[in-house]
């Protein structure tokens, strides 16, 4: 196990305890970035899907990890992202400035309905943010003239200083400009949680009474964090809308919300790097499904394909599996994976017996 | 000119007068407790201090500031800091983040500032930073620094709720039976804490507590209170040789 010895307070402030952290992080950019010389069209495609997942993903994280609000409603926010994005391209302005502007409205819509909503917790506050995506869904239907109604609309192609970032056109240029975007949230991120904001935010998740004795001012802080939660995730519906190139009020289903739940709470509550691997685990495992479905039927012939629901059903045992075992999330399991490397062979079973103190998020109160 | 003045507090909650006409003033420097038995007001006492509940009537003044027309966040800033009778911390985090929390009304950055981290959050972390580890070094916490809340044990939590209060730096502190669940050894420790936190940081204490030893030892002045209503105060040695406070412990026979 290796001990990292602190000589100044810096050490605890900088977001990376030692190099070898920080080399890590820049191997995975590095290998991140070199994606599209490794893989083909199909899958580079998939990579980017996962990328906007994790930004929607880091979205939500923010309310349910760290402020412990819980939202049935950030399909909403997604969609709101997608559609204020189009809509000022059509208007004719650039993406640099579209996409930004999209996220702020998004950002300014959640904290604005957040005033009312966060007196609530728990399951009411699910219920509430449910409303408001009910309301949202009927909104873009009624809104045609923006929206295209039931019809749905066409993203505009992206186009920076002349190069092309068209999901179609130039899928690598629009796999980079994605990936640039969602490292600098996480970078963002980051630098929230290690800072006063950041901390208030726990502090507001873990006990509220105190929160108000330390002289933070609860209403607002709930409010800050459902604002920029939502605001992170209209970005990731921006870029959803032009993943998908044509879309309409289907694309941001109740479903979504759902799934975006499951990325935060099977990635790891509370952790980053949970809303990757989430991400990871949600995109990932329909392809897996499918790509060994089409190998049993290549291999034995057994074509399962004709079974409606199959794959659907084992997605939900595997989300089901990872609820009652390894509730902590993949971030979790990660953890006690690599404490037990580190401290081989002395890592002992009961070391990591789940104490019984749960998230407030988790407890629905 | 008295820090705190409490004159003629009162709550009823519907029909149940938790609080009834209790006056006192808590003078720079002092360490000055409430006792009572079960259930006769004290901790409501603290509650209308830091506005979580609202009194029906009479006036909180801190420093000659009006404290009934604040908001509950609003008392931190002005320098009152609290802990609480059932452990209210943080229990996902770590000691040291439970500390930095303490910090708060002390930040001058915005969340924008925050998030960009810039060269001034930086400079202001360090600030906060060297303050937490005065308060780590005064109530001994250097062994449990980054240890989760979750995982601490009981008079460690209650020592770390202590330093959260103290990280605030504050003029008043606000202790709610501090010394509630410790081990004998462990409410000495608080005593000299007490004892310091007057005599090296130049902080008023004001406190509920039922461990009499403790009273004794470190309070210049107590009030005594049953069923909401104030029965004497004094020293130590004055209010627990009335009569109405052994009544109020013992029963009217022990009196006579």
């Known amino acids: 196990m290796r001990v990292v010895f602190k000589t100044s307070y810096d050490r605890d402030i900088d977001l990376h305890k030692d190099g070898i952290h920080r080399a890590r992080i820049a191997v995975l950019l590095a290998v991140m970035a070199a994606l599209p010389f490794l893989v083909g069209t199909y899958y580079l495609a998939e990579a980017t899907n996962t990328l906007i997942w994790a930004l929607a993903g880091m979205g939500l994280m923010v309310a349910v990890g760290h402020t412990g609000q819980v939202s049935l409603g950030h399909a909403a926010f997604l969609a709101i992202g997608a559609y204020t994005d189009s809509a000022l391209m059509e208007a004719g302005l650039p993406f640099v400035v579209s996409f930004p502007l999209a996220g702020l409205a998004t950002g300014l819509f959640g904290a604005l309905i957040a005033v009312p909503a966060v007196r609530m917790s728990g399951i009411y506050l699910a219920i509430a943010t449910l409303a408001v995506f009910v309301i949202v869904e009927e909104m873009v239907i009624l809104l045609e003239p923006v929206t295209g109604g039931v019809g749905g609309i066409m993203a505009p192609s992206i186009s920076i200083l002349g ?13 980079w400009l994605v990936l640039t975007i969602v490292a600098l949230v996480t970078w963002g991120y980051a630098n929230l949680m290690r800072s006063p904001t950041g901390r208030s935010f726990l502090a507001v998740r873990d006990s509220e009474v105190s929160a108000r004795a330390l002289g933070i001012n609860v209403t607002r802080t709930k409010a800050l964090a459902f604002g920029l939660s939502s605001g992170v995730t209209g970005l990731a519906g921006a ?127 | ?194 004892e310091d936190m007057r005599r090296d940081m130049g902080l008023t204490v004001l406190m509920v507590e039922h461990d009499m030893s403790l009273v004794t030892g470190v309070c210049d002045r107590v009030l005594a209170v049953a069923n909401g209503k104030p029965l004497a105060m004094g020293t130590p040695a004055e209010v627990q040789a009335h009569p109405d406070v052994q009544a109020a412990y013992l029963g009217t026979g022990a009196a006579a």
């Open chain 2, 1 to 194: 000119m008295s820090l705190l003045e409490v004159e003629d507090l009162a709550v009823h909650f519907g029909g149940v007068k938790a609080v009834d006409g209790v006056s006192f003033s808590v003078e720079p420097g002092e360490v000055f407790a409430i006792i009572g038995p079960n259930g006769a007001g004290k901790s409501t006492i603290f509650n209308l201090i830091s506005r979580i509940y609202d009194p029906t009537r009479g006036a909180i003044r801190f420093d000659g500031q009006d404290l009934t027309v604040l908001k509950s966040h609003d008392i931190a800033t002005l320098g009152i800091a609290r802990t609480f009778q059932n452990i209210e911390l943080f229990d996902h985090s770590t000691v040291l983040d439970n500390l930095l929390m303490g910090r708060h009304t002390h930040r001058t950055t915005n969340f924008v500032q925050d998030i960009l981290f810039l060269p001034r959050v930086r400079r202001e972390e360090r600030a906060h930073r060297h303050k937490v580890e005065e308060v780590i070094e005064f109530l001994e916490l250097e062994a449990y620094r980054e240890k989760m809340i979750a995982g601490l044990p009981y008079g460690v939590r209650k020592v770390v709720e202590i330093g959260r209060a103290l990280a605030l730096s504050p003029r008043l502190i606000l202790l709610d039976e501090p010394a509630s669940g410790l081990s004998v050894e462990e409410t000495q420790d608080v005593a000299f804490w007490i």
């Open chain 1, 163 to 175: 190069i092309s970032f068209d999901r179609y056109g130039a899928l690598q240029n629009f796999y």
């Open chain 1, 239 to 365: 870029l959803m809308g032009h993943y998908i190139g044509f879309f309409n009020y289907e694309l941001f289903s109740i479903f979504i919300s759902i799934n975006l739940l499951l990325v935060v709470t099977i990635g790891g509550l509370g952790f980053i790097p949970g809303a990757f691997l989430g991400a990871i685990l949600i995109t990932g495992v329909p392809q897996l499904i499918a790509i060994l479905r089409d190998g049993l039927n290549a291999s034995i012939g057994l074509d399962l394909s004709t079974i409606p629901g199959l794959d659907t059903m084992i997605f939900s045992l595997i989300l089901i599996g990872f609820i009652i075992f390894e509730p902590t999330g993949l971030y979790g399991r990660w953890l006690k994976i690599r404490a037990w490397v580190e401290l081989f062979p002395l890592a002992r079973r009961d070391m990591f017996r789940r104490q019984k103190s749960y998230l407030k998020t988790e407890r629905m109160k």
